[in-house]
């Protein structure tokens, strides 16, 4: 059992601070999870936030743009900034002694950013130039265009925005997007490292007390329903991603579904490696992963075949995703085996010990726990939740939550045929 | 944090970095092979045979090697290099013993004729996933080009005929002669006791065969040389230009570093503010490639084809200001800085080691703690930075252009997007 030290606060403007102490590590890492992600995106504006995230630092407070990040450089800081569908992150990592120094530039970003007008225009065509780069890279491509169709709209809008829509988007609408969802309610500090939680709590409530806004919003997501895409692109590969529905993070089945994309497709015994990759030769990289978003969830499957070969790839993951949903019979290697699962539960559970030594993986993963949950869970209790998950709890979990009816998305220079 | 060695009788070398307070041990085995210390005829063997490690041994099938890797835990993987192959795992501290029996173990690889069949498909479709990414596959001819008649030109997943040609017993013989004690390293660094670690190394390496391999150093030919490559799949231009720099074993490699830090890192330097920030430039970026005995510096522009030529002139400008006026006091210091917080923290995982106890040792033989690099850091002042660039100015040699050629195929593919319909 890893002895934890995790304590939160929540300030009177509805920020929550999540802080875990790490006293074997010199570093500290942070987080911010601001609700202004591209769900958010106005109507035919898709890329506000991240527009909004390139100009937020583009001077703050006493700094203008390139003062603030040399300011970043001299304190030794790896600072950034981005939008991802339900948030923007502000994160950082550096050396514990140096947080308090970090913190005011972070204040100064958050508080007080200039948007200045001479640098719009530049703002707008570096996102520009990074959507045309996502156009060129099939597997980064695949990766947008999955969210798009697989996920529950306003989760499915591309973080990055598109290129049809960025020339409309104003700067009075990136300051409007900064107004309405840049507030301290629905907000989540996540910070780990060597750090005394007095300290920082004090100190944040000291630099961000006149931060205040509108209350959370509610977001109503619809789905409707899995779709079959291929995009044509001129590669030697093509690159496949299937999406399966699947409990969402605060769902008591939760460790179940992880316990199956685990064995699905998470380590080199996993079905899929095994099966795709080691007898058959069949591609360099294929797994499975779980994937939380606000109220759902996806086993996610990728991977990525020349194109003369994809069509059996294809099919020999799905006769795998078949076979994982057979009632179970282990003599006859159907369902899942008690080998596989403690397997799996062996790999999450030397995952969560040895990223005790991670400050920004534990940043991170508070802050999440936090935003799904309401509450941190402690390593403990995530090996308890993961020690029941049992051959027999994973075949109800998969009656429940079928291997059917995925939304699949192929790219690369021909269609396959996606078996039923 | 305490450093042990200890030379086994076959001359194998190990090294640990304790460190009590860790809560996982990393260890890895590095061999000093890679894709230049290939002949033409087995181009990419170095790479294929990394793979072929863990596909079984006499004593572990390659089920056997993944499965017990997953029942342990264990964090594992192994990388290839123009000039190194690692084997390397991270487990909690009371799987020391099994995960260190199975990458010792795996090692010496039986190289079945079966296997060695079904693994080089794989290799195949990582060839065609490189070949894929428009960066990578500009860097990959850069290297090329730049040491053309010098071995670091060579690929490292060689090439898909040189790959589709190489026989079983090329890569045996391969094995045989580099995976010897006198090229191979040790390194260990977490939470685990210095005595199991050499116990173990005893009983599990002991029987390692003896015997070294003398690398190549020819120098390498300069010439200017310009190539264009153009390609259907692109949307944007890239642009590759390099030139020369110190070696990786070079005392000057870190101001080598630091130098191209402040021309070049991604989001705070001379190129980032003269063409990334204006929305001229997707990237623009310098880094410095330190191999043994040579080294270079790779500058890497992509932007919209119609603006290349400029943004390329630009990058250049830059280059030639920097060459000639040096860096200032302050750019000096926030390099400083921030690489040396880098060091820190990459150095609080002990994975995150391995790599460089192993190399300083097996080029310097020496050990350097995180303390130490940081401190080398910090001594650095900005005359030795003008005295490199006096030495090595930022001028380049070879530029290579990949450039979309305009077909149907290229334009934006989202435009081009189709439903198909489920097979009934």
Same mark, same amino acid.
């Given at each position: 059992?890893?002895?934890?030290?995790?304590?939160?606060?929540?300030?009177?403007?509805?920020?929550?601070?999540?802080?875990?102490?790490?006293?074997?590590?010199?570093?500290?890492?942070?987080?911010?999870?601001?609700?202004?992600?591209?769900?958010?995106?106005?109507?035919?504006?898709?890329?506000?936030?991240?527009?909004?995230?390139?100009?937020?630092?583009?001077?703050?407070?006493?700094?203008?743009?390139?003062?603030?990040?040399?300011?970043?450089?001299?304190?030794?800081?790896?600072?950034?900034?981005?939008?991802?569908?339900?948030?923007?992150?502000?994160?950082?990592?550096?050396?514990?002694?140096?947080?308090?120094?970090?913190?005011?530039?972070?204040?100064?970003?958050?508080?007080?950013?200039?948007?200045?007008?001479?640098?719009?225009?530049?703002?707008?065509?570096?996102?520009?130039?990074?959507?045309?780069?996502?156009?060129?890279?099939?597997?980064?491509?695949?990766?947008?265009?999955?969210?798009?169709?697989?996920?529950?709209?306003?989760?499915?809008?591309?973080?990055?925005?598109?290129?049809?829509?960025?020339?409309?988007?104003?700067?009075?609408?990136?300051?409007?997007?900064?107004?309405?969802?840049?507030?301290?309610?629905?907000?989540?500090?996540?910070?780990?490292?060597?750090?005394?939680?007095?300290?920082?709590?004090?100190?944040?409530?000291?630099?961000?007390?006149?931060?205040?806004?509108?209350?959370?919003?509610?977001?109503?997501?619809?789905?409707?329903?899995?779709?079959?895409?291929?995009?044509?692109?001129?590669?030697?590969?093509?690159?496949?991603?299937?999406?399966?529905?699947?409990?969402?993070?605060?769902?008591?089945?939760?460790?179940?579904?992880?316990?199956?994309?685990?064995?699905?497709?998470?380590?080199?015994?996993?079905?899929?490696?095994?099966?795709?990759?080691?007898?058959?030769?069949?591609?360099?990289?294929?797994?499975?992963?779980?994937?939380?978003?606000?109220?759902?969830?996806?086993?996610?499957?990728?991977?990525?075949?020349?194109?003369?070969?994809?069509?059996?790839?294809?099919?020999?993951?799905?006769?795998?995703?078949?076979?994982?949903?057979?009632?179970?019979?282990?003599?006859?290697?159907?369902?899942?085996?008690?080998?596989?699962?403690?397997?799996?539960?062996?790999?999450?559970?030397?995952?969560?010990?040895?990223?005790?030594?991670?400050?920004?993986?534990?940043?991170?993963?508070?802050?999440?726990?936090?935003?799904?949950?309401?509450?941190?869970?402690?390593?403990?209790?995530?090996?308890?939740?993961?020690?029941?998950?049992?051959?027999?709890?994973?075949?109800?979990?998969?009656?429940?939550?079928?291997?059917?009816?995925?939304?699949?998305?192929?790219?690369?220079?021909?269609?396959?045929?996606?078996?039923? | 944090?305490? $450093?042990?060695? +200890?030379? @086994?009788? &076959?001359?194998?070398?190990?090294?640990? #970095?304790?460190?009590? *307070?860790?809560?996982?041990? %990393?260890?890895?085995?590095?061999?000093?092979?890679?894709?230049?210390?290939?002949?033409?005829?087995?181009?990419?063997?170095?790479?294929?045979?990394?793979?072929?490690?863990?596909?079984?041994?006499?004593?572990?099938?390659?089920?056997?090697?993944?499965?017990?890797?997953?029942?342990?835990?264990?964090?594992?993987?192994?990388?290839?290099?123009?000039?190194?192959?690692?084997?390397?795992?991270?487990?909690?501290?009371?799987?020391?013993?099994?995960?260190?029996?199975?990458?010792?173990?795996?090692?010496?690889?039986?190289?079945?004729?079966?296997?060695?069949?079904?693994?080089?498909?794989?290799?195949?479709?990582?060839?065609?996933?490189?070949?894929?990414?428009?960066?990578?596959?500009?860097?990959?001819?850069?290297?090329?080009?730049? $040491?053309?008649? +010098?071995? @670091?030109? &060579?690929?490292?997943?060689?090439?898909? #005929?040189?790959?589709? *040609?190489?026989?079983?017993? %090329?890569?045996?013989?391969?094995?045989?002669?580099?995976?010897?004690?006198?090229?191979?390293?040790?390194?260990?660094?977490?939470?685990?006791?210095?005595?199991?670690?050499?116990?173990?190394?005893?009983?599990?390496?002991?029987?390692?065969?003896?015997?070294?391999?003398?690398?190549?150093?020819?120098?390498?030919?300069?010439?200017?040389?310009?190539?264009?490559?153009?390609?259907?799949?692109?949307?944007?231009?890239?642009?590759?230009?390099?030139?020369?720099?110190?070696?990786?074993?070079?005392?000057?490699?870190?101001?080598?570093?630091?130098?191209?830090?402040?021309?070049?890192?991604?989001?705070?330097?001379?190129?980032?503010?003269?063409?990334?920030?204006?929305?001229?430039?997707?990237?623009?970026?310098?880094?410095?490639?330190? $191999?043994?005995?040579?080294?270079?510096?790779?500058?890497?522009?992509?932007?919209?084809?119609?603006?290349?030529?400029?943004?390329?002139?630009?990058?250049?400008?830059?280059?030639?200001?920097?060459?000639?006026?040096?860096?200032?006091?302050?750019?000096?210091?926030?390099?400083?800085?921030?690489?040396?917080?880098?060091?820190?923290?990459?150095?609080?995982?002990?994975?995150?080691?391995?790599?460089?106890?192993?190399?300083?040792?097996?080029?310097?033989?020496?050990?350097?703690?995180?303390?130490?690099?940081?401190?080398?850091?910090?001594?650095?002042?900005?005359?030795?930075?003008?005295?490199?660039?006096?030495?090595?100015?930022?001028?380049?040699?070879?530029?290579?252009?990949?450039?979309?050629?305009?077909?149907?195929?290229?334009?934006?593919?989202?435009?081009?997007?189709?439903?198909?319909?489920?097979?009934?």
């Amino acid at each position: 059992m890893i002895e934890q030290r995790i304590q939160t606060h929540r300030y009177e403007n509805g920020l929550v601070l999540v802080v875990e102490t790490l006293p074997e590590t010199r570093a500290v890492a942070c987080e911010f999870l601001i609700p202004a992600g591209s769900a958010f995106d106005p109507p035919g504006r898709n890329g506000t936030a991240n527009l909004l995230s390139d100009m937020i630092v583009r001077g703050a407070g006493a700094y203008d743009a390139r003062q603030l990040a040399d300011r970043f450089d001299f304190l030794g800081v790896q600072f950034g900034t981005h939008a991802g569908t339900a948030h923007m992150w502000l994160s950082f990592a550096t050396l514990s002694d140096r947080l308090m120094d970090v913190l005011p530039l972070c204040a100064d970003v958050i508080l007080r950013p200039h948007f200045p007008e001479k640098d719009f225009a530049a703002g707008k065509e570096s996102v520009a130039q990074s959507l045309r780069a996502i156009e060129e890279d099939p597997l980064e491509k695949l990766t947008v265009e999955l969210r798009r169709h697989a996920l529950p709209e306003p989760w499915s809008k591309p973080s990055e925005g598109t290129l049809e829509d960025l020339p409309r988007i104003t700067l009075d609408d990136v300051r409007e997007h900064y107004r309405r969802h840049v507030r301290p309610a629905g907000t989540i500090v996540g910070v780990a490292g060597r750090i005394e939680f007095e300290r920082i709590r004090d100190a944040l409530g000291e630099l961000l007390a006149g931060w205040s806004g509108p209350p959370e919003e509610r977001i109503r997501a619809r789905w409707d329903g899995p779709r079959v895409v291929h995009l044509p692109h001129a590669s030697h590969q093509t690159h496949i991603a299937v999406a399966f529905e699947a409990v969402p993070y605060a769902d008591p089945q939760h460790y179940d579904a992880w316990m199956v994309a685990s064995v699905l497709g998470g380590g080199s015994s996993s079905r899929l490696f095994t099966e795709v990759r080691e007898r058959r030769g069949l591609c360099y990289s294929v797994y499975a992963s779980l994937v939380c978003g606000k109220g759902f969830g996806r086993i996610v499957v990728y991977t990525g075949t020349t194109a003369d070969r994809a069509q059996e790839t294809l099919d020999v993951m799905w006769a795998e995703f078949r076979r994982l949903g057979e009632p179970p019979d282990p003599a006859a290697g159907r369902g899942v085996s008690e080998h596989e699962l403690r397997r799996s539960k062996a790999r999450v559970k030397s995952a969560m010990i040895m990223q005790q030594e991670l400050a920004g993986a534990r940043a991170s993963a508070i802050a999440r726990d936090w935003s799904h949950l309401g509450r941190v869970r402690t390593a403990d209790e995530i090996r308890r939740a993961v020690d029941a998950v049992s051959a027999e709890s994973i075949h109800h979990y998969i009656r429940q939550h079928p291997f059917a009816n995925p939304t699949v998305v192929t790219i690369g220079p021909e269609p396959l045929e996606v078996p039923r | 944090m305490k $450093f042990h060695h +200890h030379r @086994l009788s &076959n001359g194998l070398d190990v090294l640990a #970095e304790i460190n009590p *307070a860790a809560y996982s041990v %990393a260890y890895g085995f590095f061999v000093r092979t890679g894709a230049r210390d290939e002949t033409p005829d087995v181009s990419g063997v170095s790479h294929f045979l990394e793979h072929m490690v863990f596909k079984g041994t006499p004593r572990h099938s390659a089920e056997d090697v993944n499965r017990i890797f997953d029942e342990i835990g264990a964090i594992y993987n192994a990388s290839t290099s123009e000039e190194e192959t690692a084997f390397y795992a991270a487990t909690l501290p009371e799987y020391f013993p099994v995960g260190f029996e199975l990458l010792a173990d795996i090692m010496f690889p039986s190289l079945h004729e079966e296997d060695f069949r079904t693994e080089k498909q794989v290799i195949l479709e990582e060839i065609a996933m490189y070949d894929d990414q428009p960066a990578s596959f500009a860097v990959h001819k850069a290297m090329e080009t730049h $040491f053309a008649g +010098h071995p @670091l030109a &060579n690929p490292i997943l060689g090439t898909r #005929e040189s790959i589709t *040609a190489l026989p079983v017993e %090329a890569m045996r013989r391969y094995h045989r002669e580099r995976y010897r004690t006198g090229n191979v390293v040790l390194a260990v660094s977490g939470n685990i006791e210095w005595d199991l670690v050499r116990r173990l190394a005893e009983e599990k390496c002991g029987h390692w065969p003896k015997g070294s391999f003398r690398r190549a150093h020819p120098p390498r030919v300069g010439r200017r040389t310009d190539k264009r490559f153009p390609r259907a799949d692109l949307v944007q231009q890239h642009t590759v230009m390099m030139c020369d720099a110190p070696g990786g074993t070079d005392r000057r490699r870190i101001a080598a570093s630091v130098l191209s830090f402040v021309v070049g890192q991604a989001d705070n330097s001379r190129l980032y503010w003269e063409l990334v920030d204006p929305g001229r430039a997707e990237s623009a970026d310098l880094s410095f490639l330190g $191999f043994d005995g040579v080294g270079a510096f790779i500058g890497y522009l992509s932007c919209a084809p119609e603006d290349a030529e400029a943004n390329a002139t630009t990058f250049r400008r830059v280059l030639k200001e920097v060459t000639r006026y040096g860096i200032t006091q302050e750019e000096l210091q926030r390099a400083v800085n921030k690489l040396s917080t880098g060091i820190v923290l990459r150095g609080e995982l002990p994975a995150g080691r391995l790599g460089a106890i192993a190399s300083e040792w097996m080029y310097h033989r020496r050990y350097r703690s995180v303390d130490d690099e940081v401190k080398d850091l910090q001594r650095l002042s900005v005359a030795d930075v003008a005295a490199l660039l006096e030495q090595f100015p930022l001028d380049p040699e070879t530029t290579v252009v990949v450039a979309p050629e305009q077909t149907k195929a290229s334009r934006g593919a989202a435009e081009n997007a189709e439903a198909v319909p489920r097979r009934a």
